[in-house]
């Protein structure tokens, strides 16, 4: 069932630019299309957090990806106008997020005539989208795995000794105190809180509130502790579509080391990693430009005779 927000009638047969809400896992999800030719490839982007919408600003890093594909924005169950939308009736769970994904490509693929998609996704949606690839790559042309979550429980401890050892050398006892009391997994809100804020601090950004991330964490923490001991490393030692990995230097949230590591390990027919030297965690706002320009360059490669 598709419940139209704004008609594709009255606009150009060279342009699509529409919001709707699809049924997806029995319940109505929020996606807005945007692109020059209706008939170009589509893209699928996972935003991410999770719970974290990218419909506000994706025009962002997105607008050169419009003029080579139909690119999609999702806002995930429980995320953005889905959220107001349609409450989800079933327990958040890895393998429900993963269901809902693979439906709505399905439902791309219908809508556009096509075999494949591809998909991109960040950070959360980075390991959504890594599920899929493993999980699905028959539906994918490729994947665009940017900053993703490859073991997340390991690159918490990778990141919290890293914040700890640059707390002792500066002798910052606010840090040094507030970081000891973190476990990982993190237990609640106030550990993930501490840890995202000095992580943020030494990545040079700003970290969100405390309050924030304790109302976040009600909802998201299990779901999130759930995805990050997953290990990508055990479950998808091969990805059975093209899969290229775009990579903050910086970035410790969602560690460059273990993307790296993980990169050299995984079998594919293709693959490659692009740094990106500017960059922490948020690779699609730092560097929107040579994000784009890699991605339109290896679809450009793709469809070369």
Known sequence: MILMANSLQGQSLSQINSSKAVEIGGIRQWI?????????????????????????????????????????????RETGTTKKLSTSLVPLKVALLEEDAVQMINYLRSRFS????????????????????????????????????????????????????EAIASANRQAIDELSKVKIPFQNGEQLYYHRKWLALGMGTKPASREFVEEWSKKWLAVFNEASGINFFEKAPEIK??????????????????????YNQVKADKKDLFW??????LVPLTEPKKLQEIIINLIALKSAP
Not at 243 to 253: A, E, M, N, R, S
Not at 276 to 281: D, L, Q, V
Request: hydrophobic share 40%.
């Open 32 to 76: 807005s299309c945007k692109g020059t030719n209706p008939a170009a490839p589509v893209l699928l982007f996972l935003h991410g957090g999770p719970g974290s919408s990218a419909m506000s600003y994706a025009d962002r890093f997105t607008s050169e990806l419009q003029k080579h594909f139909v690119v999609v924005q999702w806002d995930q």
């Open 114 to 165: 096509k075999d494949k998609v591809f998909l991109m996704g960040h950070s959360w949606g980075g390991f959504l989208g890594l599920l899929v690839a493993a999980d699905h790559p028959e539906l994918l042309e490729a994947y665009f795995a940017v900053s993703p979550m490859i073991y997340q429980t390991e690159s918490e401890r990778l990141a919290l000794s890293w914040m700890q050892k």
């Open 241 to 262: 579509c093209p899969i290229y990995f775009f990579v903050g230097t910086k970035d410790y949230q969602t560690s460059f080391k273990l993307i790296e590591d993980y």
């Open 276 to 281: 990106f030297t500017n960059s922490a965690h």
